[in-house]
């Protein structure tokens, strides 16, 4: 199983099918990264969403052909749905004084679908048995922590604070039949803890989308995008995705991860690479100061002033799980695969594809 901040997100609805159509660079080393690894089960995070399907069923087809010598990889069952990314609120969710830009959305985005979400998978999906819980209100997490101004007041109002959404773009339960038994696959992609103010917002909502998980887990019920409340079946599971937050390093409140990675249910397959440690020597800068190992980094980012590269992108089965292996696909600088990734420039994602071998308890 694999999760890949793939970076798969234009500028506006309509262009990543028209880059997926023609050649494209980025693209060919995205798929390239992706039949080298060849996962069966796949989480996409920054894949920008249609509701007609046409970009993920494009995309599909190019990683099932082959090229350059590399077998197509046939990854046939999809889930994917809208997300909060580019959906308009209607008000001022940032404190600007306007309520049209790209913050007031539920979740920041351009335009709908813009930094979506999809599964892909080589076994069937169970979509009667899968939820998505994309539009439960922020105000309705257990315990959450909503911003407030220097004055205490509610951020950066009351009236925005009643329609905020929890998800930045959705929190997904789907539900995947592999041949060794049902596997719950748990999907985010929380919203960076930057790019705001003294209030945090972005910080205190990124660590509840975290939180989420921890008391899903926990067996505590939650309402879906149809109403009805559901709590987490029994069975193994695995929680995936871009979660935006270091356990150590960088910005952001360390304390939704790191109650993830704690929790009694959940086992840290801790996937490593030599490229990330040769990417922090080399990069230097904030990489420099940072705490936490280099060699579990998942993102590439900023060096000078920060925040340096970041283990952000997890996958993280059920404690009931045999793990095999785990891995980032980072390669080293002086290995064949190292183009794919580069050094800071952008050439497939400015993540990489974190992958766990695992076996579920039927199998044993």
Known sequence: MATFNASLTRSGPGLLLRDLTREDPQIAAVVRILQTVRPDILLLNEFDYDGGGAALTAFQALLASPDQGLQGLSLPHAYAGPVNTGLPSGLDLNGDGTSTGPEDAFGFGRFPGQYGMAVLSRYAIDHADSYSFRIMRWADMPGARLPVDESGAPFPSVEAQAVMRLSSKAHWDVAILTPQGPLRLLAAHPTPPVFDGPEDANGLRNQDEIRFWVNYIDGQDKWDDTGAMRQLAEGPFVVAGDL?????????????????????????????????????????????????????????????????????????????????????????????????????????????????????????
């Open 244 to 364: 935006n937050a270091d356990p150590i390093d960088g910005d952001g409140l360390h304390a939704g991860i790191r109650a993830l990675l704690d929790h009694p249910r959940i086992q840290d397959p801790a996937p490593a690479s030599e490229g990330a440690v040769a990417a922090a020597a080399n990069q230097a800068g904030a990489n420099l100061t940072h705490q936490g190992s280099a060699a579990l980094d998942t993102a590439d980012w900023r060096d000078t002033p920060g925040p340096g590269n970041l283990r952000v992108d997890y996958v993280l089965p059920s404690a009931d799980i045999t793990v095999h292996a785990a891995g980032v696909f980072w390669p080293a600088p002086d290995t064949a695969d190292y183009p794919l990734v580069g050094s800071g420039e952008l050439v497939s994602s400015d993540h990489r594809l974190v992958w766990v071998d695992l076996s579920l308890p039927s199998a044993e």
